[in-house]
């Protein structure tokens, strides 16, 4: 049994939902199996995964076609979201690979081979690097894994963590208190989490610690226990940091660690911890080396373009 709540922003329930709920009938009626309680700007869902997930992905629909049109009708629902075909995509196992539904309902879910390699790989292994181009949604797919785990109570808290060596990991220039500082080269990761807890449980999980987000340097010393853990931008930890941080795993804790070794900063590319660890933790069992490709990147089509004529141009270089 799944449970989603999906909430209603800058919508006016009752336009929405129709006089006495009528539109909102209407949507039940496609849904029998689902259980759907809105109350004021939540609706609640509870069925089973694959539907939930038809529906999450209908109903997302809908509320993108009520934005930009500003009106709804049964008409409506019925000719441009339920037709006969969505309806059959559970069955047809089009929604198997969802890994945790978003703030509104939409399923976030493994699109590309090495992300699904990424989702299969985590349930045997406690340590996996993710390596690639920008854009292939390593971490993105890492991070919707930890609020899955935390959800579950597989883990007790998930700590995302960046080296800020765009600043040098020497912040004092910068305006603002320590967290103001960091923020900037910390934000990619509040945004993956917005996308996936509502406001106001991830700031309450970040204010009781459940949720972590800190530099690189801030883990040492640390013991991570009953913890999900998220390395980002590794490619810019150095062979000590990156040491430093493999040796805080804890009890019950998972490590994905992310990077792209084509955009190292630092001064020398051999100082890279990324990749140093991905050629001595090879065929060790309980550690997955996933490389990524631009065949995973999920942004703008130029984006694989870009990475295309990059890659020419350093291959070039070793000739």
């Given at each position: 049994?799944?449970?989603?709540?999906?909430?209603?922003?800058?919508?006016?329930?009752?336009?929405?939902?129709?006089?006495?709920?009528?539109?909102?009938?209407?949507?039940?009626?496609?849904?029998?199996?689902?259980?759907?309680?809105?109350r004021g700007n939540e609706i609640k869902c509870m069925?089973?995964?694959?539907?939930?997930a038809v529906f999450a992905e209908k109903f997302n629909?809908?509320?993108?076609?009520?934005?930009?049109?500003?009106?709804?009708?049964?008409?409506?629902?019925?000719?441009?979201?339920?037709?006969?075909?969505?309806?059959?995509?559970?069955?047809?196992?089009?929604?198997?690979?969802?890994?945790?539904?978003?703030?509104?309902?939409?399923?976030?879910?493994?699109?590309?081979?090495?992300?699904?390699?990424?989702?299969?790989?985590?349930?045997?292994?406690?340590?996996?690097?993710?390596?690639?181009?920008?854009?292939?949604?390593?971490?993105?797919?890492?991070?919707?894994?930890?609020?899955?785990?935390?959800?579950?109570?597989?883990?007790?808290?998930?700590?995302?963590?960046?080296?800020?060596?765009?600043?040098?990991?020497?912040?004092?220039?910068?305006?603002?208190?320590?967290?103001?500082?960091?923020?900037?080269?910390?934000?990619?990761?509040?945004?993956?989490?917005?996308?996936?807890?509502?406001?106001?449980?991830?700031?309450?999980?970040?204010?009781?610690?459940?949720?972590?987000?800190?530099?690189?340097?801030?883990?040492?010393?640390?013991?991570?226990?009953?913890?999900?853990?998220?390395?980002?931008?590794?490619?810019?930890?150095?062979?000590?940091?990156?040491?430093?941080?493999?040796?805080?795993?804890?009890?019950?804790?998972?490590?994905?660690?992310?990077?792209?070794?084509?955009?190292?900063?630092?001064?020398?590319?051999?100082?890279?911890?990324?990749?140093?660890?991905m050629s001595i933790l090879t065929n060790i069992d309980?550690?997955?080396?996933?490389?990524?490709?631009?065949?995973?990147?999920?942004?703008?089509?130029?984006?694989?373009?870009?990475?295309?004529?990059?890659?020419?141009?350093?291959?070039?270089?070793?000739?």
């Open positions: 049994m799944t449970e989603i709540i999906i909430f209603l922003e800058d919508i006016d329930p009752v336009v929405f939902f129709g006089t006495n709920n009528s539109l909102l009938d209407k949507i039940r009626s496609f849904f029998p199996k689902i259980k759907i309680l809105a069925g089973e995964e694959a539907e939930i629909e809908l509320l993108e076609y009520y934005q930009k049109f500003h009106r709804l009708d049964e008409q409506d629902i019925e000719k441009y979201f339920f037709d006969a075909e969505h309806m059959k995509s559970a069955s047809n196992g089009e929604f198997e690979q969802v890994i945790v539904f978003g703030t509104s309902g939409k399923p976030v879910r493994a699109r590309t081979v090495n992300q699904l390699q990424l989702v299969n790989d985590y349930k045997t292994n406690d340590l996996i690097f993710a390596e690639g181009p920008a854009g292939t949604g390593k971490t993105y797919t890492a991070i919707a894994l930890a609020v899955r785990a935390l959800k579950d109570r597989e883990v007790k808290k998930i700590i995302l963590t960046r080296p800020a060596v765009e600043a040098g990991e020497r912040l004092g220039f910068l305006p603002g208190d320590m967290k103001e500082k960091l923020d900037p080269y910390l934000q990619p990761l509040y945004d993956a989490l917005h996308d996936m807890l509502p406001a106001k449980k991830l700031e309450t999980w970040i204010e009781d610690g459940t949720v972590q987000i800190a530099p690189l340097a801030f883990m040492r010393g640390r013991t991570l226990e009953n913890a999900f853990v998220i390395l980002d931008e590794a490619q810019n930890a150095t062979i000590s940091q990156l040491k430093m941080f493999l040796t805080r795993m804890g009890v019950s804790s998972k490590f994905i660690i992310t990077g792209d070794t084509t955009q190292i900063d630092l001064p020398r590319k051999t100082d890279s911890g990324l990749l140093q660890a309980g550690i997955s080396i996933i490389k990524f490709d631009e065949s995973d990147i999920v942004r703008h089509k130029l984006v694989k373009r870009i990475v295309r004529a990059y890659d020419k141009v350093e291959k070039d270089k070793l000739k």
